[in-house]
């Protein structure tokens, strides 16, 4: 059971726009910033999104996130095949003294 | 470009100890700054925060393992390594190291990370 909550999965068609939801409590998210990371198969997690809504260099701006009381949300626009992947947010938690994250959406390019 | 590298047995035995080594190219461990993770992944789950060290030997532990766990560091060698004794199945992961930068401490923030390696506990 994960610390932060996600949908388990999420689908849309090439070129329109998904939402993956991210939601905590006021240990983590409500008092820390969020990051969202991309997996692809196989691979290690790769940050995409850090401080709520900033992107490392090499990051593609159809990506955005977004932070709100202790929820967070990341966003894909103009979606593509290569998005198709697992995507985790992560936080640090007070109460833990430690990062958590979410259990991961999938999302599909259909 | 920073790189991180898992070492280690891929099997390991019930009750006993699982070793794995990240070895640190591209930066100095002993520069400071940034803190040394591992974290781990369940066969078909999430991601899992198991501890971190800084290169003067301080470290902090989930407390879901704490008692089995150690992290240690050899600044000489740029290398940190994982320590979880007694293991059970229920270890059976992918285990990533990775890179915490000192600024974002208290974020989630790892900027870069190992491939990972997976250590399976079966007899």
């Known amino acids: 059971q994960s610390v932060l909550t996600q949908p388990p999965s999420a689908s849309e068609t090439p070129g329109r726009r998904v939402t993956i939801s991210c939601s905590g409590s006021?240990?983590?998210?409500?008092?820390?910033?969020v990051n969202w990371y991309q997996q692809l198969p196989g691979t290690a997690p790769k940050l995409l999104i850090y401080s709520n809504n900033q992107r490392p260099s090499g990051v593609p701006g159809r990506f955005s996130g977004s932070m709100s009381g202790t929820s967070a949300s990341l966003t894909i626009s103009g979606l593509r095949s290569e998005d198709d992947a697992h995507y985790y947010c992560?936080?640090?938690?007070?109460?833990?003294?430690?990062?958590?994250f979410g259990g991961g959406t999938k999302v599909t390019v259909l | 470009q920073v790189q991180l590298q898992e070492s280690g047995p891929g099997l390991v035995k019930p009750s006993q100890t699982l070793s794995l080594t990240c070895t640190v190219s591209?930066?100095?461990?002993?520069?400071?700054?940034?803190?040394w993770s591992w974290i781990r992944q369940q066969p078909g789950k999430g991601l899992e925060w198991i501890g971190h060290i800084y290169y003067r030997g301080s470290t902090y532990y989930t407390p879901s393992l704490r008692g089995r766990l150690t992290i240690s560091v050899d600044t000489s060698k740029n290398q940190f390594s994982l320590n979880l004794n007694s293991v059970t199945a229920a270890d059976t992961a992918v285990y990533f190291c990775?890179?915490?930068?000192?600024?974002?401490?208290?974020?989630?923030?790892?900027?870069?990370w190992g491939q990972g390696t997976l250590v399976a506990v079966s007899s």
């Open positions: 006021r240990s983590n998210i409500g008092s820390n910033t």
């Open positions: 990775a890179r915490l930068p000192f600024d974002y401490y208290s974020s989630g923030l790892f900027d870069y």
């Open positions: 992560a936080s640090w938690d007070d109460s833990l003294t430690g990062p958590v």
């Open positions: 591209g930066a100095s461990i002993s520069s400071g700054g940034y803190y």
